[in-house]
Nanobody, 113 residues
Framework: QVQPVESGGGLVQPGGSLTLSCAIS????????VDWYRQAPGKQRELVAV???????NYADSVKGRFTVFRTDVPDTVFLEMNNLKPEDTADYFC???????WGRGTQDAVSS
């Protein structure tokens, strides 16, 4: 069964960058529609970015121009590149396979000086 596995979280100063990875394990060669969500302490989970099987992307207004979602085929991985990070980007970030509705365990990102 295909499972998302996130990595790449950490602590960064405002204005810094992080790149998250979502490894797609157990895939049989299908190209998946994947999105990234985040959940800040005390807040609801929100959609951050989407990438379709044809590599079309969409972003939340709050991250447009700062975040980029892209994928590699080998290894089969979806990335979320986050630049010019702000304290309000602090959250747990989750990779999600859209059609099978499978969630990763999340990776924690903190933006603080």
């Amino acid at each position: 069964q295909v499972q998302p596995v996130e990595s790449g979280g950490g602590l960064v100063q405002p204005g810094g960058s992080l790149t998250l990875s979502c490894a797609i394990s157990g895939n049989d060669g299908r190209i998946l529609a994947v999105d990234w969500y985040r959940q800040a302490p005390g807040k609801q989970r929100e959609l951050v970015a989407v990438i379709t099987p044809s590599n079309k992307t969409n972003y939340a207004d709050s991250v447009k121009g700062r975040f980029t979602v892209f994928r590699t085929d080998v290894p089969d991985t979806v990335f979320l590149e986050m630049n010019n990070l702000k304290p309000e980007d602090t959250a747990d970030y989750f990779c999600h396979f859209i059609h099978s509705n499978q969630w990763g365990r999340g990776t924690q990102d903190a933006v603080s000086s």
